[in-house]
């Protein structure tokens, strides 16, 4: 039997889909989430589900004899930390701060902590490598804020601290209900429902998408391979797609005619992330899913799961 696993954040898109791989591969998981912004049913029933705030002192006796830990619980919707950078900092600050305690308290083996390409909002060379980072935003400073915590915790206390950066994951269980969901799902559900997708800006802005498989194939990896210890990685495809081009390739998949309705752009996003994936690959791993075959598996999950059970998208008219 292998040992358990502490996932916070565990109802969010990340989360419940490392959740099932973690299972599948025979983890036992301890799931955290206050469901501020997940839901309940993305959380697997193998999973034991506590629906706690991440910086309540009750998480600590969750994190006893777990083995690692997957810290995923954040603020991460960008316009409300911009509306409130103090619940984006409690949250995402001492939040991490909190469960790096109880990680501590607990010797838990390793700790995993999901960053973000934020971290390079105000660096110009791509692709952009580990090394060198400019957080600008309230979301990037947050998220920084956590990661500098987690630096700390390596250093005074011997925490096994491994920093992921996530670029743009994309797939199944992404939060599409948000008032401006995330950029493919948004896409999807509104051609899907006949409406004209919503783009913000030009559409020129260019990101590196990465398909949630590859990033738990690299989960996986860094959760049993000692070479990730102490280190940081950037998660992405080593690839970008404008927004333009994201856009005409679910229109090649869905077939509706429909075009874009431009609106103002929104502020403070970079204009281009491109992650250097020489780390990451020089330990195996490789993303797989290219995106054609990445938006055609959203579609599917969004068509089957989504409109299928007529829940209705905040963004439809
Ligand atoms: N999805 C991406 O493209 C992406 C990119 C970069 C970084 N990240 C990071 O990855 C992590 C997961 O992102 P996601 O896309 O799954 O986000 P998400 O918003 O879908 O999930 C976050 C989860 O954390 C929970 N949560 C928030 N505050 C909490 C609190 N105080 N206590 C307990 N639970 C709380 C929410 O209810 C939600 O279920 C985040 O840390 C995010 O910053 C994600």
């Not at 502490?6 to 490392?18: D, I, K, R, Y």
């Not at 601290?161 to 269980?173: D, E, K, M």
């Not at 990685?233 to 690839?239: A, I, K, Q």
């Amino acid at each position: 039997m292998r040992q358990r696993i502490v996932v916070t954040g565990v109802a969010g898109f990340v989360g419940s889909n490392l959740t099932k791989r973690l299972l599948d591969r025979g983890y036992p998981v301890i799931g955290i989430d206050d469901l501020s912004a997940g839901t309940a049913e993305n959380v697997d029933r193998c999973v034991e589900f506590h629906q706690t705030d991440i910086r309540a002192p009750e998480i600590y006796p969750l994190f006893e004899g777990a083995d690692a830990v997957f810290h995923l619980a954040a603020k991460t919707c960008l316009p409300e930390c911009v509306n409130n950078p103090l619940e984006a900092a409690s949250m995402n600050v001492m939040g991490t701060l909190n469960v790096l305690e109880a990680a501590r308290r607990a010797k838990v083996r390793k700790f995993i902590y999901a960053d973000t390409s934020a971290e390079y909002e105000g660096i110009y060379e791509f692709p952009t490598r580990e090394e060198q980072i400019r957080p600008i935003g309230v979301y990037a400073a947050s998220k920084h804020g956590g990661a500098t915590f987690c630096e700390s915790y390596r250093e005074l206390y011997g925490i096994n601290v491994t920093i992921l950066r996530y670029f743009n994951v994309y797939g199944p269980a992404q939060d599409w209900r948000r008032v401006i969901p995330p950029v493919m799902s948004s896409f999807i559900i509104r051609l899907l429902q006949g409406e004209r997708a919503v783009i913000y800006g030009t559409g020129e802005k260019r990101r590196d998408f990465i398909y949630i498989d590859d990033v738990n194939d690299f989960h996986i990896l860094v959760l049993e391979d000692q070479r990730t210890d102490g280190k940081i990685f950037n998660v992405g495809s080593g690839t970008n797609f404008s927004i333009n081009e994201i856009f005409e390739l679910v229109e090649e998949l869905l077939k509706t005619g429909l075009r874009p309705i431009y609106n103002s752009d929104l502020p403070g996003e970079a204009q281009i992330t491109l992650a250097d994936l020489t780390a990451a690959t020089a330990l195996g791993w490789k993303p797989r899913v290219a995106i054609a075959e990445g938006l055609s598996r959203t579609i599917e999950y969004l068509q089957s799961r989504v409109l299928a059970a007529k829940v209705s998208f905040p963004g439809a008219k």
